[in-house]
């Protein structure tokens, strides 16, 4: 069993920053591709970014492209997004999901394993 535990989110102004972090555990000897999607009230749980188990491709949705990086220690079993010049609209709950594959994985039904969720709210 794989667990993910998403940490990093809060209250932040229009403008600022946070980094979420998602720590990866149990099965961790099986190589992961890693994805960030987000879920506003009333709305579809959307991809953010997603990158590839040795971490050489990277993914963006147009929304946040510029403005989100992620990222991932694969000693350490975490993957990273840290997000800049945060909008009101980039509120929502965000969670971290993780695939058994090498490279990128984009489509939210291939995820296999997701994280519980945390909280963004950016005000304005």
């Known amino acids: 069993q794989v667990q993910l535990v998403e940490s990093g989110g809060g209250l932040v102004q229009a403008g600022g920053s946070l980094r979420l972090s998602c720590a990866v555990s149990?099965?961790?000897?099986?190589?992961?591709?890693m994805g960030w999607f987000r879920q506003a009230p009333g709305k579809e749980r959307d991809l953010v970014a997603a990158?590839?188990?040795?971490?050489?491709?990277?993914f963006y949705s147009d929304s946040v492209k510029g403005r989100f990086t992620i990222s991932k220690d694969n000693a350490k079993n975490t993957v990273y997004l840290q997000m800049n010049s945060l909008k009101p609209e980039d509120t929502a709950v965000y969670y971290c999901a993780a695939d058994p594959a090498f490279g990128l994985v984009t489509n939210r039904a291939d995820y296999d394993y997701w994280g519980q969720g945390t909280q963004v709210t950016v005000s304005s």
């Open positions: 149990g099965r961790t000897t099986s190589r992961y591709a």
């Open positions: 990158i590839s188990w040795r971490g050489g491709s990277t």
